[in-house]
């Protein structure tokens, strides 16, 4: 997986203060005494974890809005219908149904990438096509 410039930036950074900090606690046993250094990394590890907790936890909530694997975002209001890709052969919408028979899947998708898919309240939109589909309040396939 390659690295953008600002991942680039966050992974060298933090080999650098890594580094720094195995060195410093490296010369505070050498130099110092045992006791000292045992605090200095208590403290250190203490840190250390509360920065990884602080890491994780953003990493957990700016992920989440619904995103897929390729970045996409998939957002519903309230009543609303989305889906991340095409949608074949289906019913969407209040009381609708699919009378017809079974519609047999593409080979190829549409999808265009990244793209993010949002509906307000009570829409209906996909990241792909809609083909044979039953479309809106009441309708039928």
């Known amino acids: 997986m390659a ?7 966050w992974v060298w950074a933090t ?10 606690l490296t010369l505070t046993a050498v130099l110092a005494d045992l006791d000292t250094a045992g605090q200095a990394a208590s403290v250190a ?5 509360l920065a ?10 700016r992920g989440s809005g619904g995103g897929t694997a390729s970045g996409r975002s998939v957002r519903a209001g309230r009543g609303a219908v989305v889906a991340g890709g ?8 209040k009381n609708s149904k699919v009378t017809g028979p079974r ?5 190829t998708s ?3 990438g990244r793209d993010d898919v949002s509906a307000r309240r009570d829409g209906i939109a996909t990241g792909g096509d809609i083909t044979d589909s039953a479309v809106g309040e009441g309708s039928e396939r």
């Open 3 to 9: 690295l953008t410039g600002a991942a680039r930036v």
């Open 15 to 24: 080999a650098v203060v890594t580094g720094a900090a195995a060195v410093g």
């Open 45 to 49: 590890g203490a840190v250390v974890g």
């Open 52 to 61: 990884a907790l602080l890491v994780s936890v953003i990493a957990l909530f």
């Open 86 to 93: 095409d949608i074949t052969g289906s019913a969407l919408g």
């Open 103 to 107: 519609t047999p899947p593409r080979s």
């Open 110 to 112: 549409s999808r265009r």
